[in-house]
């Protein structure tokens, strides 16, 4: 941050000489490396120059302007518009549903439910609190015990704490009328997408057996031309 003439720090992207300076601290064989805020591509830049294979290069960026402008000059570099605040290492479906949140794909949705899977998802719940204070969230605990004195109990309170945040959002309470209708809802929405996946396998087969059929018919079809032309010859 460079000092202007009153003595305020300002922001400013990093020079060439900077950026240097920080990619010659990283080895030309790292296995991988992580940007955290890529800005400009100032450092981004020179950790190519460095010798850092793109493909071992990861540079995350929360700004839209600034994220659509790595993406244009590095197409060859993976380009994440997200946060700082979770690891390079964990998997693709918390960094993309955090991408997308950022962006603004998922404004449609009045809140998340995080299932219990894992610590990343229930940092992933946290975090969407932080960045979408707005929005309705809710980590959906999973119990360890399945007996019903303890696992059973514990499992009910969870879906009694959901129900409520769920009756906050909605303005009302949540009967158990809601609760059935919701139910029969999805599940019929479930039968719906069972039936146009095997409608679409259904065709997707039908157009293998008709490109198979084509193949023979035009084969059979070459050999006769074939057959025609040498008795011409003759």
């Not at 109990?153 to 909605?170: D, H, I, K, P, V």
């Not at 609760?179 to 599940?187: G, H, K, Q, S, T």
């Not at 019929?188 to 490109?211: D, F, G, P, W, Y």
Request: net charge negative.
């Amino acid at each position: 941050m460079p000092l202007t003439g009153d003595g305020k720090l300002t922001l400013a992207p990093s020079g060439r000489e900077l950026a240097r300076q920080v990619a010659a601290a990283c080895g030309a064989n790292a296995r991988a490396v992580v940007e955290l805020g890529g800005g400009t591509g100032a450092i981004t830049e020179a950790l190519l120059e460095r010798g850092i294979h793109p493909e071992r290069l990861l540079v995350l960026e929360r700004n839209p302007e600034l994220y659509a402008l790595l993406l244009a000059r590095f197409p060859e570099v993976e380009i994440v518009r997200g946060d700082a605040c979770y690891q390079s290492y964990i998997c693709h479906l918390p960094r993309s549903v955090m991408e997308l949140g950022l962006n603004g794909s998922l404004d449609c949705l009045d809140g998340m439910i995080f299932p219990s899977t894992c610590d990343v998802i229930r940092n992933l719940s946290g975090m969407w609190q932080i960045i979408f204070p707005g929005k309705f969230v809710h980590y959906f605990d999973m119990p360890q015990n399945f007996d019903a004195a303890i696992g059973g109990a514990f499992y009910s309170g969870e879906l009694r704490t959901l129900l409520q945040g769920l009756a906050e959002l909605a303005g009302r309470a949540v009967t158990d009328d809601d609760l059935r209708r919701a139910v029969a809802a999805y599940n019929e929405n479930r039968r719906l997408v069972s039936e146009l996946r095997t409608a679409v396998q259904q065709l997707q087969e039908r157009e293998k057996e008709l490109e198979r059929e084509l193949t023979l018919r035009t084969k059979e079809l070459k050999e006769v031309v074939d057959r025609l032309l040498a008795k011409k010859k003759n």
